[in-house]
Structures are given as C-alpha cells and as structure tokens.
C-alpha cells in the first residue's frame, strides 16, 4: 500500500520528502513525539507545496 501511495505521490508532482513511514510501538511515546518533530521540521524545511491547477 505505501508503494501504491509513493506511485500517487510522484504522479501529483508532490515531493517524497513529504510522506513517511514508521513503524512505532503504541509503547513508544517518546519516540513518536521524536519522529514526529523530526518530520515536522523536515517538512517545514521544504517549504510551502503550491498545489497546480488542472489544465
């Protein structure tokens, strides 16, 4: 399912440095809270994504 996602991804011209996969524990909170500051900032770090108009 995450290929099939990344394949839609490409074809919408979005960049792959804005979706990600991880595999967290519900145990693991702090590293949630950690993964998603990280892709947080990752994100932020590429800007504002202008969405395109069908022609």
């Known amino acids: 399912m ?7 991804v490409r074809i919408l011209g979005i960049d792959l440095g804005r979706l990600r ?7 693991e909170g702090t590293r949630f809270a950690e993964v998603a500051r990280e892709f947080t ?6 800007g504002p994504y202008a969405l395109k108009k069908a022609a």
């Open 2 to 8: 995450f290929e099939m996602t990344k394949a839609l």
């Open 41 to 46: 900032d990752q994100v932020k770090g590429l």
């Open 21 to 27: 996969l991880e595999w967290i524990s519900s145990a």
